[in-house]
């Protein structure tokens, strides 16, 4: 989804979440450290267009495969009333991590 799209997601699981309600949401997000690995036009899983706030993977099919740079995404979380609570990183962009759980990066967040 685009930004905006995102945005209005976000604002809707607000409007339905009960107060204290969780949600458990499936994105990729990048941050400074893995951009330059993901943003190579190569032949693995990578996002090669960058965009404000976030990089596509194909411009010809701009609402699928997108990566969100994780402060504008919890930006967007913030602004639809909503309170970040965790990350679980995926094991699409090969972090370093030995707690990679599902293939998307999973962010948990709760209305206020």
């Not at 979440?17 to 951009?35: H, M, Q, R, T, W």
């Not at 609570?85 to 090969?94: D, L, P, R, T, V």
């Amino acid at each position: 989804m685009q930004p905006l799209e995102v945005q209005h997601y976000l604002s809707e699981i607000s409007r339905v979440l009960k107060p204290n309600g969780k949600c458990l949401s499936a994105f990729f997000v990048y941050d400074d450290e893995i951009e330059n690995a993901i943003s190579q036009n190569n032949k693995g899983f990578s996002f090669a267009y960058k965009k404000e706030g976030y990089r596509l993977m194909n411009e010809k099919v701009s609402s699928a495969n997108i990566a969100f740079k994780e402060k504008y995404l919890l930006d967007m979380i913030k602004s639809s009333n909503l309170k970040f609570e965790n990350k679980i990183y995926g094991s699409w962009a090969s972090r370093q991590n030995d707690n990679l759980f599902d293939f998307q990066d999973i962010l948990v967040f709760r209305k206020e």
